[in-house]
């Protein structure tokens, strides 16, 4: 039988005591690797606030010089300022805990570090104080990061509050966010008024279903651009060009606004457009001009026609046995020569006129041939020999017929003019219509002039460029604006194997019956 090893007492109080020091050192490591890794450096204070224990995190690239003996006003600071100390002091001196007191000391460089500290205080069995124990970390990267972008934010501010634009910060609702400056004196309201309100609060063009129909194009990414009208506060209303565009901010899609009053730009517009009805009535006055002795012409033939038609009338109403039947043809033969001067006298004054006819849906074929019967007489004149190549069945285009003839009088006067000087093989004008697969109405006329300088043909429609002597360099300026104003273009090139080709083309209307499929 084995009796049990007796163990003598010293022994065992050695290692009964072994335990709570080795548990003692494990927490000290528990305790070290805490400060190590969550905080730059662990302190402890007196009951008179001088340091007692600083310990400073091996991750430190430069560890602070220790302060023992002093106390944290003691050392040399740059903030906080001396009623920021009074109020930590007051709150030290009441034994309270603090967190996150903020101070800055002055490093060698000049520089600046600074320290957030928080603590507790301590205090003994019989509940004296004893001090404080607390932790602290550097924070001078996060304050220059902070100041950065106060910087930022500052330089942000002052930028939009001084454009000259409205900017507006929505939600996905359309709820204003924030304003610039400019926003709040362009509308008469104050910041505080617009911040919550909705765009339809100020935009007469806005309401909840336009905003979803914008919101829908920016959610692909795009931009919406579209002119819109703001009312102020005291009932004014002023138009604007709004720009929309959308962007994501911590999770939560955000639209901006950009808003310029362009209150001016219509009214230059508009006086613009006032400039260039003159200038286009002028051009047409002088186009009439150059074909006077056409239109003296065309007119002549229907009313020697009716003098001609009535003395034949009265002579068979005259006779001892009035031919009724014939005078009643004279008669016939009067009247429609009255209506062709009629119409004749009619598309002068529609030309000259400065306001033109209502837009309707129009043949080019009869554009065409209205203007080349007025120019019959200046064609004779010049020698040119005109043909035609007009296609039937042409769909129609909407517009306005006297601006068409205009642009048609003006290509041909020009190609009247630029034969005059041509002797070589005759002078011949060729008009030609088309319509090609895009269901487009195209024009065409040729000379065989002198043809166009290759270093001026994108020059050609420039306002008050000229090749003429006496030319204002206006014609072809507007011919080009007309064009455009009815969705269509005009241009130049080289004829073969002479000359010159100037085309333009329009664009079917939408209600014309006879547009090809």
Known sequence: MQHPVQVPSAAVDLNERKHPEEALRESE???RTLVQFSFDVYWETDAHHRFIRQEFAETLSQPPVAEIGRTRWEVSYLEPDAEGWRKHRKTLDAHLPFRDFEHARPTPDGGKRYTSVSG?????????????????????????AEQALRESEARYRTFVDHATDTFMLHDEDGRVLDVNRNACESLGYSRD???GAVP???NLDMDEAS?????????????????SRYRRTDGTVFPVEV????FCEGGQRQIICL????????RAAETFREMQAELTHANRAAAMGQVTASVTHELSQPITAMLCNAEAALNWLGSQAPNLEKARRALASIVADAKRGGEIIGWIRSLIKKTPAPKGSLDVNGVILDVITIVRSELIKHGVLLQTDLAPGLPLVEGYRVQLQQVVLNLILNAIEAMNGHEQGGRELRISTAADASNVVVVTVRDNGPGLDAAMVDRLFEPFYTTKPEGIGMGLSICHSIIEAHGGGLWAGANEPRGAVFQFNLPAGQGDPRRMS
């Open 259 to 266: 808003s310029r009053d362009i209150t001016e730009r219509k």
């Open 243 to 246: 720009r929309m565009r959308e």
């Open 120 to 144: 507790l205080p301590v205090f003994d069995e019989t509940g004296r104080f004893m001090g404080y124990r607390g932790v602290g970390r550097y924070i001078t990267e996060r304050k220059r």
């Open 211 to 227: 905003w979803r129909v914008n919101r829908e194009r920016l959610k692909a990414g795009g931009i919406a651009t579209l002119e």
């Open 29 to 31: 490591e528990r305790f």
């Open 193 to 195: 008024e617009l911040i």
């Open 200 to 202: 339809f609060f100020f």
